[in-house]
């Protein structure tokens, strides 16, 4: 109480003191008076006895240790009467520190939601995954269970581990009143426990079932949050229900909480159920199922560590092996966070660059709002040389600065703040979705430290040294009222002038960085696909295949949909297809031995529609027909890609046509009819990679393709129709046939080619904003200094046009003093732009880290827009008087 009372009381204690220093003084003066004394006689003497009141009040309120807080205070209050004196000069500062912030922290916000945030799991830096790597296994390969169950028993730094696969095909969850689809996981009964967490409603499975077997846990599932809420209505009484998955039945024991989720990101609201291994498991074939393990650090246990433990496990393990490319394929395992696994390491890249593009910007802002604290500051020189005149010291001085420049900061913040989370709430309209970042991410303790910290550092970086430079400039000069540059000194005009290079050489830098990923979007876009994709609409199929499990899905469900599509007005021709180039649907990896050489190819079983609806281009040979049926000769048509690598002629690609292929049917062989030319399949950016397509009306239920290629379609539709008119009877088609399939999404061609651009898209556009942005700021530091500086030589300016100085020279003069700044600036630029072509060279397609024209393109723009803010200030220099501007001295 007594700390508040100093703090916020002093005006009542320095009127007590006062009256205190009164009640002592007529003490004093009453017994002179009755010494005989007159009573101005005795005031007069009195108070030479007392010596200087004020100065005895000074010293007696400084002892109460309040005086740094009145002076803060009195320094609030001043700046907030300064900022009301000259509104324009604080909305610059503001809003171009607001800018700078705003940018900042919604970078950081998505950086901090992506990779930041810890999972909310126990201790989740103990937790590790765990792949079996070697030959052509790639990080993604998981483990079979006989290897998982050799780690169990032999590792020594793992304290736990867990593990889950999945159910496979679509599934679907009966509830109340919907039928939704989800990610049903299966995983192993301990996995929740490994993880530490526990669940909202009920219990999850019994953990100690290490058999894998049915158990207590057979026929069991657990929710997630959004299964509960969304198919249930939060019912609290779930647990014990019966529910059907497909067409199985599940008893419910559990509902985890909102924030669970694994695997992580999942495109689907979840369910577990537990993992029951099969005659599969106990085998170590190239059917075996793989399964994602998750471990648990043990006290003091490093991952490096772990991983030399569990290597020199599996080499023992990888000799059990009996096929020697298998035996190579599993020889080691990778160990990592589990954390760091979430997110791919092109997303990382991708966003920690942004992060630096916006501290840039931060920078670029900071640098500008310096600049034009250090012009005011030096503007009023001769209000601080009285300041210090009158006895102001020079810490009281910097302090007053720092304060106001405190004051700009945390106005900013609170702008910078709005608009970085309106920024972020917007942000799902650009960041692509291969990036998984929510638009709803939001502020938490973590960015209010940050906003914080942004807030004092930019306070300090901008007031700091204006303050310093004119807490430190000699009083006598300008105190002169003939030197109207007496407060300007040499090293003040040198600080501005080298503020004004940095802005230029950040800001080009900036620009070169956007032109570069807009020339990779310029080209990315007229890269030749090989297929049409205006008029296309296509939908993922939400298929059912519970449903078909015992029947033909080709005959009962595609042909029959297909028939009542093709009647639809408006629809030129429809089909179906696996995988729609770009769009990373289901891929179907094919390995085979042909010609003496091993295969890897993409399957695509397609309808005979496909290439008359995209257009398709023949090398060689012909494409399906309505002939190629079920019980006709199975063929295939390979693309050039597979055709160059195993046809027997590599220089004639169609001389594959007419091999013999793997058989589609059993004990029916099957033939190559045509080479399609190359398209691109998985990016924009790669090459055609050998791809196989398989006619869809040729699968029967025993093809070997039958089930991985049939559980997952995309319709595609060509239609004369916008595609908003035609979506709602094809989703009336879909849902006639089964209601679960009405769930399935829609979009064009045309769109998926525009999210393919992905990560290169996200930075085009966010470096667009950015590099605008540090360009205007850029201008207006120069525009300000140049202004300034004509303002300041108005004089100047007048004699030398009384001494016969052309205009022309003095527009001259103007524009040579801007390019001692500008050209500096843009060597600078230059300088870090090929630093940060090296921070992109990972996003640049068909164009040069070091592009020669970009950078031209950039530097002539930057030197445009500087000659445009010279101009102003130069035409004005121009048009001085030189009569009123000598007559004004």
């Known amino acids: 109480m007594f700390a508040w009372s100093r703090m916020f009381r002093h005006e009542a204690r320095k009127e ?15 017994d002179r008076i009755e010494q005989g004394e007159e009573p101005q006689q005795a005031r007069v003497a009195a108070l030479r006895e007392f010596g200087n009141l004020p100065l005895i009040e000074d010293v007696t309120r400084e002892t109460w240790g309040s005086m740094r807080f009145e002076s803060l205070l009195l320094d609030l209050k001043f700046a907030l009467r300064q900022i009301r004196r000259s509104p324009g000069f604080a909305a610059t500062v503001i809003g171009t520190l607001a800018i700078g912030i705003a940018a900042a ?8 939601k992506v990779l930041l945030r810890p999972l909310p799991f126990l201790a989740p830096s103990r937790l590790v995954v765990l792949q079996e790597i070697g030959g052509k296994r790639t990080t993604n390969a998981g483990a079979p269970w006989l290897d998982i169950e050799q780690w169990i028993k032999q590792s020594i730094s793992l304290q736990q581990f867990g593990f889950y696969g999945s159910m496979g095909g679509r599934n679907f969850l009966q509830g109340n009143t919907t039928s939704l689809q989800i990610d049903a996981v299966t995983i192993s009964p301990n996995l929740i426990s490994v993880l530490g967490v526990d669940p909202s409603v009920g219990h999850t499975f019994v953990p100690e079932n290490v058999s894998f077997t049915a158990g207590e846990n057979a026929a069991t599932v657990v929710l997630s949050d959004a299964v509960w809420k969304e198919a249930f209505g939060s019912d609290p009484t779930i647990v014990g229900k019966v529910v059907k998955i497909n067409s199985d039945s599940y008893s419910v024991i559990g509902v985890m909480p909102p924030y669970f989720e694994i695997p992580q990101r999942g495109a689907s609201p979840q369910v577990w159920v537990p993992l029951v291994l099969g005659d599969k498991d106990k085998t170590r074939t190239l059917v075996t199922p793989n399964y994602t393990v998750v471990g648990r650090l043990k006290d003091g246990a490093s991952i490096n560590a772990v991983s030399a433990e569990m290597n020199t496990i599996q080499a023992r393990i990888s000799s059990d092996y009996t096929d020697a490319q298998l035996r190579q394929d599993h020889s080691g395992v990778f160990i990592g966070s589990y954390a760091d696994s979430l997110v791919a390491g092109d997303v990382k890249r991708a966003l920690l660059a942004l992060l630096m593009a916006s501290g840039v910007l931060w920078l670029i802002a900071s640098v500008n709002a310096t600049n034009l604290l250090l012009a005011r500051n030096i503007a009023r020189q001769r209000e601080i040389a009285m300041r210090g005149a ?5 810490s009281r001085i910097l302090q007053q600065f720092l304060v106001e420049g405190l004051v700009f900061s945390c106005g900013s913040t609170l702008l910078g703040a709005a608009l970085a989370f309106t920024a972020v709430r917007l942000a799902g309209s650009i960041i692509p979705s291969s990036l998984k970042v929510a638009s709803s991410t939001g502020f938490n303790f973590t960015i209010l430290a940050v906003l914080c910290g942004l807030t004092v550092l930019t306070a300090a970086l901008c007031s700091a040294w204006p303050a310093f430079l004119s807490a430190h400039s000699a009083i006598e000069p300008a105190l002169r009222q003939s030197a109207p540059q ?3 000194s040499r090293g003040q005009n040198r600080a501005r002038r080298l503020l004004v290079i940095a802005e230029v050489g950040m800001s080009l830098a900036l620009l070169i960085a956007c032109g570069l990923l807009l020339r990779t979007i310029y080209a990315l876009r007229h890269v030749p696909l090989g297929y049409r994709t205006d008029s296309i609409i296509i939908s993922h199929l939400s298929i059912p295949s519970y449903k078909y499990s015992s029947e033909d899905m080709v005959v009962n469900l595609y042909e029959p949909m297909l028939r009542r599509v093709k009647q639809l007005r408006g629809v030129q021709d429809a089909g179906y297809i696996s995988d729609v180039p770009l769009d990373h649907g289901v891929n179907i990896q094919l390995t085979l031995l042909m010609n003496g050489k091993n295969i890897s190819a993409m399957l695509k079983p397609v309808s005979p529609s496909i290439q008359h609806i995209f257009g398709f281009r023949m090398l060689a040979g012909r494409f399906f027909n309505d002939q190629d049926t079920a019980t006709s000769q199975p063929v295939v048509v390979v693309n050039r890609a597979f055709a160059e690598l195993y046809s027997p002629d590599r220089h004639n690609p169609s001389a594959v046509i007419g091999q013999r292929f793997m058989n589609v049917r059993k004990n029916t062989p099957t033939y190559i009819i045509g080479v399609l030319d190359d398209d ?11 791809e196989v397509e398989v006619c869809l009306p040729q699968l029967t239920p025993d093809s070997a393709f039958y089930k991985p290629s049939t559980v997952g379609m995309d319709l595609v539709v060509l239609t004369d129709e916008a595609p908003g008119t035609m979506i709602p009877d094809l989703r009336s088609i879909l849902r006639q046939l089964s209601p679960e399939m009405a769930n399935g ?3 064009t061609m045309d769109q998926v080619v525009e999210d393919s651009f992905g990560n290169q898209r996200l930075a085009a556009r966010l470096l667009e904003g950015f590099g605008a942005s540090a360009l205007l700021l850029s201008i207006a530091g120069l525009y300000g200094l140049l202004s300034w500086a004509v303002t300041q030589r108005t004089r100047e300016m007048g004699v030398r046009i009384a001494l016969g100085s052309s205009r022309s020279g003095l527009l001259w003069l103007v524009f040579r003093h801007a390019g001692t700044m500008l050209l500096p600036g843009l060597v600078l630029g230059t300088g870090l732009s090929l630093v940060a072509g090296r921070l992109l060279r990972a996003y640049l397609f068909g164009v040069s880290m070091h592009d020669g024209w970009t950078i031209a393109a950039a530097i002539v723009l930057l030197s445009f827009s500087g000659a445009l803010a010279a101009y102003l200030p130069a035409r004005r220099a121009a ?5 009123e501007a000598l007559r004004a001295e």
């Not at 007590?16 to 009453?30: C, G, K, R, V």
């Open 16 to 30: 007590d003191l006062n009256a205190e220093l009164e009640s002592h003084l007529n003490m004093a003066i009453n």
């Open 680 to 690: 691109r399949q998985v990016s924009l950016a790669e090459q055609s990679q050998p």
């Open 745 to 747: 999404t829609f979009s």
């Open 390 to 394: 009158l006895g102001a010291s020079r």
């Open 105 to 112: 922290t919604a970078m950081f916000t998505v950086v901090d």
């Open 486 to 488: 007496a407060g300007s």
């Open 879 to 883: 048009q001085v008087n030189p009569i």
